[in-house]
């Protein structure tokens, strides 16, 4: 790719003297006589380097300066003898100066000087933010497990790089968290990172949502509205809960996925995506893809890389500093002093936390609140397995049909022992129904695959 440069002179022959000359060497170089002229040409295109007349018939460059210079060098041209213009400009951020009328081999010497500079510039201050990335993922995901430090690291090797990532891990493991930092990690951490929720929105609306709809699109479509994939142009687009979403949705995504274009509802114009796609779920997207319940040929689009989120029980190490930051951040945001006792620290670390670290810091909320004016959390305010009733339950099961009531309690079955990791007592308790009823609904609808780890033989 040739380097662009924008002249600004409004000395006609010189502009295009030095615009030849520059051409010649294998820049594509464009020439203005007019500030005007320059801003326009700046709002549609990014210039390597920018050289320009001191004064021009509308504006004087040096007030520009400070302003110009941030975003490319700027080789400021001056009149034989006027030392003051030269001292401003270099004050005001000039890269450096050239006296009228110009040699052609200074031109091109100062030229090369001030791009390879820039570019030195441009890879320092990637490198920078690279490194601020990693020092704020390590601030904002807490945890010292050799789980997390590999899931950290993985997020740090595939952040950069531009491909498709599925994220995948039990409810509140912190996929969401891992799916910012892929995008905090990445050359895309300037622009927008639009999360979407999947499971909230029905087929019609997902798409306007999605993709946005043109005027008149349908009845209520007084306006254009651009979609959340536009939000998302060079960021992210985070794809919450992807398991959910309906096979009509699943065919449109497949082909922006595979074209890389896109309409607005109601539209006939190809825009162009330029979102990273990132997903999350808490489902077995393989496993739905090999019994049809999802594309296979999305699923593999979008599990271009796959990151697992280890659930909190798979790394223990965690928990101690888990609960410490949010112990830590309850105490600044209220003004109190609360301190985790050591049998209280040895009962969270010795539990199974179903809901991870979700289930955690709604813990640790509801014990700062049962502590009361107690400087220490002790045992008895750990009120494990319940969800607090602050946050409403949302039960979600797909069926490509309308489902029987028998399919229907199978499902939602499923989903509870998954939840429960497969402990019968636990989802017996959550049902209300009695343990020996839950091994009959099991055998009955043959879910003994989905039992894990927590299963027992059946009582008599
Ligand atoms: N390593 C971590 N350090 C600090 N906070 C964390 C960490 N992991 C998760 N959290 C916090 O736990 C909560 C749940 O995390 P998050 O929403 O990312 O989980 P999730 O996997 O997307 O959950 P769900 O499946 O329910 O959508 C959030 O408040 C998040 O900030
Ligand atoms: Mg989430």
Redo the contacts with the bound molecule.
Sequence with gaps: MSQKILVIEDDLTLNRLIVGQLNRLGYETTGTGSWAGAEAHLSAHEPHLIIADVRLADGDILERLPDLARSQPVVVLTAYGSVRDAVGAIKAGAYEYLVKPTSPDALSLVVKRALDDAALRNDHRFCQQRLKARDSMAN????VSAL?LKTKETIAAVGPTDVNVLIQ???????????RAVHECSGRARRNFVPVDCCSLQEKLFESELFGHERGAFTGADRLKRGLIEGAEDGTLFL??IGEIEASIQAKLLRVLETGVFRRVGGTKNLEANARIVA?T?RDLEAMSLDGRFRSDLFYRLSTFVIE?PPLRARRD?IPY?AA??IQHHNFSRRINKRLSGEALRRLTAYDWPG???E??NVIERAIILSQDSSSIRPEHLAFGSSGGKSGVKVTVSFDHDPTLDELQAEYLRLQLHKQSGRRAKVAEVLDVSERNIYRMIRRYGLVDACGSGSRSAPG
């Excluded at 904002?140 to 945890?143: A, H, I, Q, R, T």
Aim: glycine residues 14%; hydrophobic residues 45%; aromatic residues 6%.
């Design positions: 904002f995901m807490v945890g997390l891990g039990e409810s509140g493991s912190g996929k969401e968290l891992v799916a919450d809960e999350a808490n989120v965690d888990l930051h949010f991870n670290v979700r955690l810091r």
